[in-house]
């Protein structure tokens, strides 16, 4: 059993900068890819960044490719999302996720079996 709990959201100005972590319990989670995703009022949640469970591959949503880094600490059972040049648009409720051990990284929400509580993200204009 893997716990998630997200912290750092907040409230920032259009071009400013966030970083988000993720901290996760289990001994699994070095084993296990991650991923970031968000949802804003009325709209689905989707996908934003993910990473291998070494840490050496990434992959980001168009939207935010260029703006956002992923990256995780395993001795530190934590992962992170680095978000600058904030847009209004990236106004969303950002949750981590977690893959079974040693699975695929992934841009499907329903691929992840664990997911944390979610922290708010507002950038305003």
């Known amino acids: 059993q893997v716990q998630l709990v997200e912290s750092g959201g907040g409230l920032v100005q259009a071009g400013g900068s966030l970083r988000l972590s993720c901290a996760a319990s289990?001994?699994?989670?070095?084993?296990?890819?991650m991923g970031w995703f968000r949802q804003a009022p009325g709209n689905e949640r989707q996908f934003v960044a993910a990473?291998?469970?070494?840490?050496?591959?990434?992959d980001y949503a168009d939207s935010v490719n260029g703006r956002f880094t992923i990256s995780r600490d395993n001795a530190k059972n934590t992962v992170y999302l680095q978000m600058n040049s904030l847009k209004p648009e990236d106004t969303a409720v950002y949750y981590c996720?977690?893959?079974?051990?040693?699975?695929?990284?992934?841009?499907?929400?329903?691929?992840?079996?664990?997911w944390g509580q979610g922290t708010q993200v507002t950038v305003t204009s």
């Open positions: 289990g001994r699994t989670f070095s084993s296990s890819p």
């Open positions: 990473i291998r469970w070494s840490g050496g591959t990434t």
């Open positions: 996720a977690a893959r079974t051990p040693l699975r695929t990284m992934s841009r499907v929400e329903y691929e992840y079996a664990y």
